[in-house]
């Protein structure tokens, strides 16, 4: 139980910070001035959720792992993010369609985890959700913007959220450590927040002009909760953990 | 690029009563101003509230008059209430 519960946390952790060092490499190459700080803010948003649940996690582990160790010296097999947290950046229009689907499951899980029965978990959700209300903001009038915009605009945002679909399946599908804290009301049920989640992403599509997907034909890809990562984790875990790697225990 | 309208932003604080010219930015639309204000010039808890509005809305008076709008109020103290004779009964005033 108590493995379990620090592997959860780590998946949560992770999440939010593999996003939010996606999003962190637009930090000076936004569009606009405007919209790069925009985007810069919201990755400073993930990156200290990750820290709560980093340093929670190291509270319940009986290694002397510390949010740093754990988010700078874990090798990919050992995070469990997400995919879609993980995928290219590529343009302006991928990188908000993987925001706004994923920060739509987030607001959705969030809201769920305030109710779990481990009050720290239940504290940095209500936190997070905060945030992530407007994230989903954000992000979801950038798909309505582009999808109802110009003909390149459609385009681009069309060929957004048909590569970054197959990776949203994921997060409807429990871990077995998600399943196991069910019982004592820890985790939350993701496979009942995907109806929410559709209502939602079927909206603001509907509202872009663009096509609702559905996952009927679709083969989504899965792994990243259990550590079967894509090969962009690996590239993004050289970078983000260099320095770490490089100079053990350097501070600044 | 396409340039975006330019937008001039308004913030009252927490304590203010008053909305307060903080500056200006470039945004789509209304909607889209409001959102980059919130990240430009809220980002440090400066405000609760937010007006923005398109710059070319906006109309001055002209800095060449400034003499003749301005100066002919200098030698007219008597406008300020300074004359009146305040009973004593009248306190705080």
Known sequence: ????????????????????????????????????????????????????????????TETDATEDSLAYLRDSRD????????????????????????????????????????????AIAEKSLKEVTYHVRWSGEWIIRLGDG???????????LEEVWPFTGEMFLPAEYEKSLLNNHVSVNVSDIKNDWNTKVINVLEEATLIFPGDKNTWMHTGGKDGIHTEHLGHILAAMQFLQRAYPGCEW | ???????????????????????????????????????????????????????????????????????????????HPTFYNIPDELKHM
């Open chain 1, 1 to 60: 139980m108590q493995n379990d519960l620090f592997t959860y946390t780590l998946h949560l952790a992770d999440n939010s910070l593999i996003m939010g060092h996606r999003l962190s490499v637009w930090t000076g190459h936004g569009p606009m001035l405007e919209q790069d700080i925009a985007i810069t803010n919201i990755a400073l948003d993930l990156i200290g959720q990750s820290r709560n649940f980093y340093q929670y996690a190291a509270t319940i």
């Open chain 1, 79 to 122: 995070f469990s993010n997400l995919l879609i947290t993980e995928i290219t950046n590529g343009d302006w229009a991928k990188t908000t369609m993987k925001l706004f689907l994923f920060s739509t499951w987030q607001f959705y899980f969030f809201q769920q985890l305030i109710n779990s029965s481990d009050k720290q978990l239940a």
């Open chain 2, 1 to 79: 690029m396409i340039q975006e309208p330019l937008w001039e932003v308004f913030i009252r604080s927490k304590q203010g009563l008053d909305h307060k010219h903080v500056g200006s930015l470039h945004a789509a639309d209304a909607q889209m101003a409001i959102e980059n204000a919130r990240d430009v010039y809220t980002r440090r808890m400066e405000g609760i509230s937010i007006w923005v509005v398109e710059s070319k809305y906006i109309h001055s008076s002209n800095p060449d008059e400034a003499a003749s709008f301005y100066d002919p109020a200098n030698d007219k103290i008597y406008r």
């Open chain 1, 150 to 160: 110009t003909e390149e605009s459609n385009k681009r945002i069309k060929a957004a």
